[in-house]
């Protein structure tokens, strides 16, 4: 399996997942354009892309898909609930249901997982390729610890840690919105993505990328800082990791 977060933050968020027979969409929140151009650079044509999965419908997050369906005819695996706020959003659309909370493309499978969001719906993902394993969750104020069996000793962790509360407390949002962020149904703080990262990383644990970072209420040092914190608390070592970016793809992770 092959990972690449091509956009990640406040402004449009997507990433690439490969196998040597699948290629897959998380989201897509930034321009058509941006996306099919990073695809062009990694040697992939859009065509190419097998589905599409989508998290909530947040403009960030669904922004380009209208464009890049009507080009490509790509099918998006969606909830119940996701398929019918899509369709208010970009009409009728070639879609997937999941049953059982599970959906087989070609040799992925793909699990989803509740989030708390002020999205109707909102979901992360288990990705699975065999032995293979990717977590991507982002917009969520909470994790429910009934998920974190599951979530332990993933290959690949990409989970949101989108502000840090003293910069968000003492930054330009005014009162209602900062309440918003750090609610329950807001956005994981970086203390609250170190923590969980703490509890999931086992043996298995290859990479972790840290996204949906907010361009006003956080930093890259901000976010390491605070790992480094944790690891240090929970006498955890672990090195392998890097950042998303708004407008500049991360490396090509393999696991």
């Not at 969606?78 to 970009?90: G, P, R």
């Not at 290959?155 to 968000?168: G, K």
């Not at 329950?184 to 990383?201: F, P, T, V």
């Amino acid at each position: 399996m092959k990972v690449c977060l091509l956009s990640s933050g406040s402004k449009g968020n997507s990433c690439l997942v490969c196998t040597d027979n699948t290629k897959i969409l998380i989201d897509l929140g930034t321009t058509s354009q941006y996306v099919c151009n990073e695809l062009d650079k990694l040697g992939i044509n859009p065509k190419e892309i097998d589905a599409i999965l989508i998290t909530h419908t947040h403009v960030d997050h669904i922004s380009g898909i209208k464009t890049f369906i009507k080009k490509y005819h790509t099918k998006i695996y969606v909830t119940e609930t996701l398929k019918e706020l899509l369709e208010k959003e970009i009409g009728s659309f070639d879609y997937e249901l999941y049953q059982d909370k599970k959906a087989i493309i070609n040799d992925l499978e793909i699990n989803y997982i509740k989030t708390s969001h002020d999205a109707e719906g909102s979901i992360g993902f288990i990705i699975n390729e065999g032995k293979k394993s990717l977590v991507y969750i982002t917009d969520t104020g909470y994790i429910n610890r009934r998920y974190f069996e599951r979530l332990s000793n993933k290959n690949l962790y990409i989970l949101e840690s989108n502000h840090d509360v003293y910069m968000l407390k003492n930054g330009p949002y005014p009162y209602f919105l900062q309440q918003r962020v750090v609610g329950d149904k807001g956005h994981l703080s970086n203390e609250q993505a170190s923590n969980y990262l703490c509890e999931w990383i086992g043996k298995n644990t290859k990479m972790v990328v840290f996204a949906h970072l907010s361009e006003k209420n956080n930093t890259p040092e901000k976010v390491i800082e605070m790992f480094n914190e944790k690891m240090v608390e929970n006498n955890i070592k672990f090195t392998k990791y890097i950042l998303g970016k708004q407008n500049e793809p991360t490396e090509v992770i393999e696991i």
